[in-house]
């Protein structure tokens, strides 16, 4: 069940706006949350600012086969963010092997060398263009989670999904399993960027 919420900015409290806005939820149910959304409501994201684009990023970001809809690294200000984060001589070496095996019909091998912060990383686009967003550090989600359960006496999951899949983050202790989320999510009902449903009741059948 997708929960539609006012627009949120990073002033927001995640515990408050889930209390707020989690009035359907019932024993056993796990609420999932964006986590673009926890990223952002708890200080998570990172000021295009913080993130000057050079050269090297906008070369490689146009080198980038995005699929329709998703963007991806193909966003100048992502790739640099990369780049910085993971360093070149890694991403020189993901693109290495991109250019090797794509003409093969091998598809994903920049990712599987450079690893989740390449796959995951978020943000560049309205109404986000001035923020980017890493993948939670899965600690860090765990902890958030564990926390959000306490406060709100039902299951929490920080989620990441998209209209390709996704990733189950972090769960809590009364969360439904990471696994079973992953698949009721499939068809990410909570869709993207500007539909206003950050949040989604899961309830076990």
């Given at each position: 069940m997708p929960v539609r919420t006012r627009w949120l900015s990073e002033k927001d409290d995640l515990g408050q706006v889930l209390l707020e806005y989690g009035g359907e939820v019932e024993p056993g149910d796990t609420i999932a949350v964006s986590e673009k959304v926890a990223l952002l409501l708890t200080g998570?994201?990172?000021?295009?600012?913080?993130?000057?684009?050079?050269?090297?990023?906008?070369?490689?970001?146009?080198?980038?086969?995005?699929?329709?809809?998703?963007?991806?690294?193909?966003?100048?200000?992502?790739?640099q963010y990369v780049l910085q984060t993971l360093g070149r001589p890694r991403i020189y070496a993901a693109a290495a092997v991109a250019a090797v095996t794509r003409p093969l019909g091998i598809r994903g091998g920049f990712f599987r060398v450079a690893g989740d912060v390449a796959r995951y990383v978020d943000g560049g686009l309205p109404p986000y263009e001035d923020m980017v967003f890493p993948p939670f550090d899965p600690r860090k989600a765990a902890a958030l989670c564990a926390d959000l359960d306490e406060r709100l006496g039902v299951g929490v999951a920080i989620v990441d999904m998209n209209d390709y899949g996704g990733a189950v983050r972090a769960v809590s202790s009364r969360s439904i399993p990471a696994a079973t989320l992953l698949a009721a999510l499939a068809d990410n009902p909570m869709r993207q960027r500007l539909t206003g449903t950050p949040f989604a009741i899961v309830r076990p059948s």
């Open positions: 998570g994201a990172v000021s295009t600012t913080e993130v000057p684009v050079g050269w090297e990023a906008r070369l490689m970001a146009r080198c980038v086969h995005h699929r329709p809809g998703a963007l991806g690294l193909s966003i100048p200000v992502k790739m």
